[in-house]
Nanobody
């Protein structure tokens, strides 16, 4: 059974930092592209950052220079380091893993940026 379990969300003040983690199981992790998406209330889910198996990263323009995506294949983990957080970063953040014809999602973790 494939599972992606996110953690690390919470409430943070503007300008603060958070590190999201995603633990994957049930897949040959190193063969999958991984990434983070987010969905704010009333908005569509959007890509935040993605990392293909070749190590090439792609970031949404709104988070470039502030967020860093990384993976640890040895431990089946994906991380999203978020710095200089803004109120508009408030959303539920979802971990995703994909392979041709397959796409898996975590249950999401809430990130709230507010003073």
């Amino acid at each position: 059974q494939v599972q992606l379990v996110e953690s690390g969300g919470g409430l943070v003040q503007p300008g603060g930092s958070l590190r999201l983690s995603c633990a994957a199981s049930g897949i040959i992790f190193s063969r999958y592209g991984v990434g983070w998406y987010r969905q704010a209330p009333g908005k569509q889910r959007e890509l935040v950052a993605a990392l293909n198996i070749g190590g090439r990263a792609n970031y949404a323009d709104s988070v470039k220079g502030r967020f860093t995506l990384s993976r640890d294949n040895a431990n089946n983990m994906v991380y999203l380091e978020m710095n200089s957080l803004k109120p508009e970063d408030t959303a539920v953040y979802y971990c995703s893993a994909w392979y041709p014809g397959l796409n898996y999602w975590g249950q999401g973790t809430q990130v709230t940026v507010s003073s």
